[in-house]
């Protein structure tokens, strides 16, 4: 029962007076149990964190051909798409009618359009994954600075797309 918090009836909290619980029953029905739910919403913020964290490790390899290799960021960037496609689609895109959750939606959208772009782009000049699949695209002028200036700002926005989300990170390890 240590774990049992006592709700307020929706009578109760609207100004009528709830009527005595007549069972044990009865009395376990206006009752949650906030603390395992509590423990729940813990584990799920741990598993979405090291997800998050999984996501950034193979975005920051994925990012640096001159470290990985070119072979490795082509194959990296791939995974690195199918993995913040898997985020985005797990949080959802909207964030609420706030002035906040505007903002996060607007953030979340930008990501994923630059991501998008960043990786077409970056099949249209891929010297790895083309190849492997026995293609070959036209137009590199065109797709490699688009690749370059796509690249470095989804850099730019998932910097500040972590930091909004500094405080919450900060209350998962704190628990």
């Known amino acids: 029962m240590t774990d049992m918090v006592e709700t307020i009836p929706a009578e109760a909290a609207a100004g009528e007076v709830a009527p005595a619980a007549s069972t044990p029953s009865a009395a376990a029905a206006t009752r949650t149990a906030p603390a395992s739910e509590a423990r729940a919403r813990k584990s799920l913020a741990r598993r979405r964190l090291a997800f998050d964290g999984a996501v950034l490790v193979v975005y920051v390899l994925a990012a640096n051909p001159a470290v990985t290799g070119v072979p490795v960021h082509e194959w990296a960037g791939l995974g690195a798409f199918a993995l913040l496609a898997a985020h985005c689609a797990a949080r959802g895109m909207g964030?609420?009618?706030?002035?906040?959750?505007?903002?996060?939606?607007?953030?979340?959208?930008?990501?994923?359009?630059?991501?998008?772009?960043?990786?077409?782009?970056?099949?249209?000049?891929?010297?790895?994954?083309?190849?492997?699949?026995?293609?070959?695209?036209?137009?590199?002028?065109?797709?490699?600075?688009?690749?370059?200036?796509?690249?470095?700002?989804?850099?730019?926005?998932?910097?500040?797309?972590?930091?909004?989300?500094?405080?919450w990170i900060g209350r998962v390890l704190k628990k």
Do not use: Q
């Open 95 to 167: 964030r609420g009618v706030t002035a906040k959750g505007i903002a996060l939606t607007v953030l979340n959208t930008l990501v994923l359009l630059c991501l998008a772009l960043c990786v077409v782009s970056g099949v249209m000049v891929s010297g790895t994954v083309l190849p492997a699949l026995g293609l070959f695209a036209e137009g590199y002028y065109f797709w490699d600075p688009l690749h370059a200036v796509a690249a470095k700002l989804l850099l730019a926005l998932l910097l500040v797309h972590v930091a909004v989300h500094v405080p």
